[in-house]
């Protein structure tokens, strides 16, 4: 097959790798924060792809999170694609995340799909994550 017709490569079956200009404001990322809001950030760090081992805050998949003084928490959150498969997974492993931080009583998991997800929400050191696991970005 001569390279003219070669197809792009696909890094994971289940993820699509977009190219795309970085958005404002994103990825977002915790920076900053204090108290419970950096606790819940922190709880979101420990969360990773079910498909590779990046935080899904590094991914870009975290696009906000508010913290009310009574201790409910809502995160709005995206995923690389519309019909990813890891969806319940991941919703289920940050709702266990963020109920597990001392002072949350009640996560609000929005999911979000505008701005859709691209590479170009990876942090720097998701790009270098997902390098160290074999995939170029």
Not at 5 to 11: D, S, V
Not at 112 to 117: H, R
Request: charge should be negative; glycine fraction near 10%; aromatic fraction near 8%.
């Amino acid at each position: 097959m001569s390279s003219e017709h070669a197809e792009e490569p696909q890094y994971c079956g289940y993820t699509e790798y977009r190219d795309g200009e970085r958005v404002p404001d994103l990825p977002a990322t915790g920076e900053g924060t204090e108290g419970l809001e950096r606790d819940v950030w922190d709880a979101l760090y420990g969360v990773e792809d079910p498909e590779m081992p990046i935080s899904i805050v590094d991914l870009g998949l975290i696009y906000g999170v508010d913290v009310d003084p009574a201790g409910r928490v809502v995160v709005e959150m995206t995923l690389t694609y519309t019909g990813c498969p890891a969806r319940d997974m991941l919703q289920d492993d940050l709702r266990e995340a963020v109920s597990s931080v001392e002072g949350v009583d009640d996560v609000d998991l929005r999911l979000v799909w505008n701005p859709p997800w691209s590479v170009g929400m990876v942090t720097e050191q998701g790009k270098e994550d997902l390098r160290e696991f074999g995939l170029s970005i």
